[in-house]
């Protein structure tokens, strides 16, 4: 068996499990939601948003510190989150921007303004110029301290800005429920890691660049989870889970940097960026800026106008990945 057809049925196998790993997140993350009383939104921006970038956290440190491939790395961020905003467009297609977005409380709202705001971030850090300290650097400390910070704000807002009778109560035992989320994010790390490898070779014998396998091969394999659960939770009317895994999984992408950091020995992983990802980054930036818009049009009469982005956001990520390709290949 050749090598190409080698990683090709690897990628497919891989990608098998990692969308069954996808439906069993979904599954256990929404009964954990209901059981713990933590309600859905959060447990799909800690729990389900995490477990689900965990592809990304293993090939980006696989790409700095093994492959010695930055450019693969920042790809798969920035890929990732414009990704993870396109298969929401979709799914909002499909079942209704008004039940995707509609009924969205403060917490929702915050958690869309801060993934957004992290990638703004991370671009400004990296056009102004990044300082390396010590084994981290200036920004990878920024983006940590941000999505911490960011995820206690949003946690604080969902309590917050809720009446003492609705705040959810547990309801039962959770240990089958912890069981199953747990295997099945074992699965997508190990199915994961199959899947990143097998892309990498396929990239390797097709001779596409670095940066356009990063924001393309390399995201859509690492998104697979994402957009399993993000199709699943839809399918189950778990709108909470929807939105919190997109917007969480983006704003964790984003903090995997600070991560990535600390196996990139020869200077800050931002000081990396070239034009292809800074396209990438914009692109990221622009798409969830508007699905923060299209969150509003169902909150004040005036934004209205905004729900025709819907349809936008798919096309504008097709555009992007027609601009990266070119700037990679210059």
């Given at each position: 068996?050749?090598?190409?057809?080698?990683?090709?049925?690897?990628?497919?196998?891989?990608?098998?499990?990692?969308?069954?790993?996808?439906?069993?997140?979904a599954r256990f993350g929404d009964e954990l939601a209901e059981k713990t009383g933590w309600g859905t939104l959060w447990v799909g921006?800690?729990?389900?948003?995490?477990?689900?970038?965990?592809?990304?956290?293993?090939?980006?440190?696989?790409?700095?510190?093994?492959?010695?491939?930055?450019?693969?790395?920042?790809?798969?961020?920035?890929?990732?989150?414009?990704?993870?905003?396109?298969?929401?467009g979709i799914v909002a297609m499909i079942f209704g921007a008004s039940n995707i977005f509609g009924k969205q409380g403060r917490d929702?709202?915050?958690l869309i303004l801060i993934g957004t705001a992290m990638v703004a971030l991370a671009g400004l850090v990296a056009g102004t110029g990044?300082?390396?300290?010590?084994?981290?650097?200036?920004?990878?400390?920024?983006?940590?301290?941000?999505?911490?910070?960011?995820?206690?704000?949003?946690?604080?807002?969902?309590?917050?800005?809720?009446?003492?009778?609705?705040?959810?109560?547990?309801?039962?035992?959770?240990?089958?429920?912890?069981?199953?989320?747990?295997?099945?994010?074992?699965?997508?790390?190990?199915?994961?890691?199959?899947?990143?490898?097998?892309?990498?070779?396929?990239?390797?014998?097709?001779?596409?660049?670095?940066?356009?396998?990063?924001?393309?091969?390399?995201?859509?394999?690492?998104?697979?989870?994402?957009?399993?659960?993000?199709?699943?939770?839809?399918?189950?009317?778990?709108?909470?889970?929807?939105?919190?895994?997109?917007?969480?999984?983006?704003?964790?992408?984003?903090?995997?940097?600070?991560?990535?950091?600390?196996?990139?020995?020869?200077?800050?992983?931002?000081?990396?960026?070239?034009?292809?990802?800074?396209?990438?980054?914009?692109?990221?930036?622009?798409?969830?800026?508007?699905?923060?818009?299209?969150?509003?049009?169902?909150?004040?009469?005036?934004?209205?106008?905004?729900?025709?982005?819907?349809?936008?956001?798919?096309?504008?990520?097709?555009?992007?990945?027609?601009?990266?390709?070119?700037?990679?290949?210059?």
């Amino acid at each position: 068996m050749d090598a190409l057809t080698t990683a090709v049925l690897t990628f497919l196998g891989s990608a098998a499990f990692v969308i069954l790993a996808g439906i069993g997140l979904a599954r256990f993350g929404d009964e954990l939601a209901e059981k713990t009383g933590w309600g859905t939104l959060w447990v799909g921006t800690l729990l389900v948003g995490i477990a689900t970038s965990l592809p990304e956290l293993t090939v980006n440190i696989s790409a700095v510190w093994l492959e010695d491939s930055p450019g693969l790395a920042l790809g798969n961020v920035f890929g990732a989150n414009m990704l993870n905003v396109f298969v929401l467009g979709i799914v909002a297609m499909i079942f209704g921007a008004s039940n995707i977005f509609g009924k969205q409380g403060r917490d929702t709202e915050l958690l869309i303004l801060i993934g957004t705001a992290m990638v703004a971030l991370a671009g400004l850090v990296a056009g102004t110029g990044d300082l390396k300290l010590g084994p981290t650097s200036l920004g990878g400390l920024l983006l940590l301290a941000g999505y911490v910070g960011g995820m206690r704000v949003v946690y604080t807002a969902g309590r917050t800005h809720m009446h003492v009778e609705d705040i959810p109560q547990p309801s039962g035992d959770t240990r089958n429920a912890w069981i199953g989320f747990g295997i099945s994010a074992v699965v997508v790390i190990i199915a994961g890691r199959y899947l990143a490898a097998s892309a990498h070779v396929l990239a390797d014998i097709t001779g596409i660049g670095a940066s356009f396998v990063g924001v393309l091969l390399v995201s859509i394999v690492t998104t697979l989870p994402e957009g399993s659960v993000t199709i699943t939770a839809a399918l189950r009317r778990s709108y909470g889970i929807v939105l919190g895994n997109v917007f969480g999984s983006c704003a964790f992408n984003v903090s995997i940097i600070f991560f990535a950091d600390l196996f990139h020995t020869s200077g800050p992983l931002l000081g990396t960026m070239q034009n292809a990802h800074y396209v990438a980054a914009a692109a990221a930036f622009v798409m969830m800026s508007m699905s923060y818009a299209l969150l509003r049009s169902y909150q004040s009469g005036s934004m209205k106008w905004t729900r025709t982005f819907t349809p936008i956001i798919p096309i504008l990520y097709v555009g992007a990945l027609y601009a990266v390709y070119i700037l990679s290949h210059r």
